[in-house]
Each structure stands twice: as structure tokens, then as C-alpha cells.
């Protein structure tokens, strides 16, 4: 990511982007994986979906504004 930034000069998106967005979803799908896998079904499926709908309605709600 580094020499991509490097590469093509560093915009003002550039480092959110890349720091924030796209490593962080990295963190935020691991951290998920291992809390689904470590419960019970029930609280493994309540906790994926509520994750994926709050992710989603956040999403849209940053899309709006």
C-alpha cells in the first residue's frame, strides 16, 4: 500500500482510504469469523446478522450525507 501511495501521490482519500477502509475491514471480517466460530449457533447467527445489518445501515446512512 505504501508504494501505491508512493506511486501515484498521496490525495487527500488516499491515506482513509487505504488505512481505515481497506485495512480495517481486514480487522472487522477476522474479528467476526473468530467471535462466529467461538459461540454457540444462536448467538453466532444473532451476532452475524446483526453485524452485517448495522454495517449496511451504516453504510447507507454515510451514503445520504
Not at 18 to 27: P, V
Not at 46 to 63: R, T
Request: aromatic residues 6%; positive net charge; hydrophobic residues 50%.
Amino acid at each position: 500500500l505504501g508504494a501505491l501511495v508512493r506511486r501515484r501521490g498521496p490525495g487527500h482519500w488516499t491515506r482513509p482510504l487505504l488505512g481505515t477502509g481497506f485495512l480495517g475491514g481486514f480487522t472487522t471480517m477476522s474479528a467476526l469469523a473468530v467471535q462466529t466460530i467461538t459461540s454457540d449457533v444462536a448467538t453466532a447467527v444473532v451476532y452475524l446478522v446483526a453485524s452485517m445489518a448495522l454495517g449496511i445501515a451504516a453504510a447507507a446512512a454515510g451514503l445520504r450525507t
